[in-house]
């Protein structure tokens, strides 16, 4: 099945490599995906990601993992990070080590092989599991140069929330105009540490709501 590359936002105005690497990641693609960018090159949301098999095979390794770090251990603020006392993720892996998981090697080749991050950047990864009642507060990732979402709830109902929230600009921020990116599975979200962003709160009747999350430390 050919691939189906949708360009939004503020696609007339991308750069040149960024639009020639859309085309070329499109012509590698056999299954039906969408590509859509946003605030310049600031968030690329890719739906439908990996193959079906390898979802499933990340899915299932994801579900096992040992999510054993708290926030604390995270060294995340409290005010960005609210009502989360509960164990939420597993350790992290880096690209730097020697011991990651077969199933993450998978996703961070896949994600390398788009051509939308530097291929010789190291890679921080780990499973995160949000109870309900989590979310992030609005925030810049001032600590990374590119964060990646990556979502694995085969199931998500829309009043259970958790969305991901950015702002195309300051002056869409001043005015509440904001993107919102459900948590759908087998979906990316690529943003730069340039783009404002949030999750909102989960419903108190939302099921956990498992990611990988990923991070390009700045040098």
């Known amino acids: 099945m050919s691939s189906n590359v949708l360009v939004g936002g503020l696609?007339?105005?991308?750069?040149?490599?960024?639009?020639?690497?859309?085309?070329?990641y499109a012509a590698k693609r056999t299954q039906a995906h969408s590509v859509q960018v946003f605030a310049d090159g600031?968030?690329?949301?890719?739906?439908?990601?990996?193959?079906?098999q390898e979802f499933i095979k990340l899915q299932q390794w994801a579900v096992k993992a040992n999510c054993d770090r708290t926030r604390e251990q995270r060294n995340w603020d409290q005010g960005l990070i609210r009502d989360f006392d509960d164990n939420m993720g597993t350790r992290q892996w880096s690209t730097k080590g020697s011991e990651m998981p077969a199933e993450?090697?998978?996703?961070?080749?896949?994600?390398?092989?788009?051509?939308?991050?530097?291929?010789?950047?190291?890679?921080?990864?780990?499973v995160y599991r949000w109870k309900a009642h989590s979310g992030m507060g609005e925030h810049h990732d001032a600590h990374t140069n590119t964060a990646l979402t990556f979502y694995?709830?085969?199931?998500?109902?829309?009043?259970w929330f958790g969305d991901f929230i950015f702002y195309e600009s300051d002056e869409a921020k001043a005015k509440g105009m904001g993107h919102a990116?459900?948590?759908l599975a087998n979906r990316l979200v690529i943003n730069r540490d340039t783009v404002s962003h949030k999750v909102t709160y989960t419903s108190n009747v939302a099921m956990d709501r498992l990611t990988l999350q990923a991070f390009l430390p700045k040098s």
């Open 11 to 24: 696609s007339k105005l991308l750069p040149q490599f960024l639009r020639s690497k859309l085309r070329a």
């Open 42 to 52: 600031g968030v690329i949301l890719c739906d439908g990601f990996l193959d079906r």
């Open 104 to 126: 993450l090697k998978m996703f961070i080749d896949a994600v390398r092989a788009t051509g939308f991050i530097d291929p010789e950047a190291e890679i921080h990864i780990g």
């Open 152 to 159: 694995l709830n085969d199931i998500w109902k829309d009043d």
């Open 181 to 183: 990116v459900a948590p």
